[in-house]
């Protein structure tokens, strides 16, 4: 079961990258930011439906969340705005191998603290040089 969650996760990945190409684009025909908008408008949209039919959580929940739980969104639109913007200027390979190495950096300090909810997980010197590794990779390819 676990390698099916791995397959998934690659082409989450792999969309995301589709989707910064799509948006990168369309950012250079109707603005960086309102690509940006018609991605989360139209998103909510869908997802709104998907909810209605098939939630099972409640959304009600969100007036009582702790606040910082509620700030994915927010990061969710950083995300994305930088992809428009990124795409155009660096590609589509530089831009998510940015992304990339920043989510792997965040990740491990994250888990190494327990921040967020996540359970504790040690930096090994093995995540260091996959991070560095990343980063290097970066700067050959710029």
Known sequence: M????????????MSLSIEGAIYGVLGQSVGK????????????????IVVLFL???SLSYAA???????????????????LVIGVPLLGVGLTMISVIVGQMAMSMVIEHKGWLGSSKTPITKEKVMAVALMAIALLLVF
């Open 2 to 13: 676990k390698f099916w969650i791995y397959i998934v996760a690659v082409l989450a990945g």
């Open 33 to 48: 930011l309102e690509s940006s908008f018609y991605n989360f408008a139209v998103g909510s949209v869908i997802l709104g």
């Open 55 to 57: 939630g099972k959580g």
């Open 64 to 82: 009582k969340a702790p606040k910082w739980q509620l700030t994915g969104g927010v990061f969710g639109v950083i995300y994305l705005t930088i």
